[in-house]
């Protein structure tokens, strides 16, 4: 495994970080290595030793990026307010914040009484909030003879 920098340089050097909180590896360019580079101010301001830390999940974050950019991505963005504004109420109104059970299953069950409930609470309040708006209709036409 090698790093290159901005100019073209490479190193081998590395430090295993995978049993420290940061799982990855740490790679290191000497003062020799760095000693009259161009870019060395845009680098670093470390007057010996720059390192470079790529983290184990460094593919999947870049891959993620890539993702944020497609079409797809921007579409289900636009639709995400809907769907996190439904949970959000089942986290605050129907204990979805933390599960009173243990194990997949049973939370799974949990969720899925939860978004039931929040399910009926919302269709009560379209068939209520029709109702209200056929009863004033009726009642506006009535007025008027």
């Known amino acids: ?3 290159t920098c901005p100019n073209g340089i490479t190193t081998d050097r590395f430090r295993d970080r995978t049993k420290e909180r ?5 790679f290191r360019f000497v003062k020799s290595q760095c000693h009259g580079c161009p870019l060395r101010s845009r680098c670093t301001t ?9 983290s184990d999940y460094y593919f999947d974050y870049k891959r993620a990026r890539e993702h944020y950019q497609t079409v797809e991505y921007k579409i289900a ?10 949970h959000a109420d089942k986290v605050r109104n129907h204990g979805l914040r ?3 059970y243990r194990g997949l299953e049973r939370t799974s069950i949990h969720a899925l009484i939860s978004s039931i409930a929040s399910n009926i609470k919302r269709m009560s309040r379209l068939i209520f909030e029709k109702d209200t708006h056929l009863h004033r209709d009726k009642s506006a036409l009535l007025d008027n003879f």
């Not at 470390?46 to 790529?54: A, E, G, L, P, Q």
């Not at 963005?77 to 439904?86: H, T, V, Y």
């Open 98 to 100: 933390r599960s009173r």
């Open 77 to 86: 963005s636009k639709n995400r307010w809907l769907i996190e504004r439904r």
């Open 22 to 26: 940061q799982k990855g590896y740490e």
């Open 46 to 54: 470390s007057k010996t030793i720059r390192n470079i830390f790529i």
């Open 1 to 3: 495994m090698e790093v």
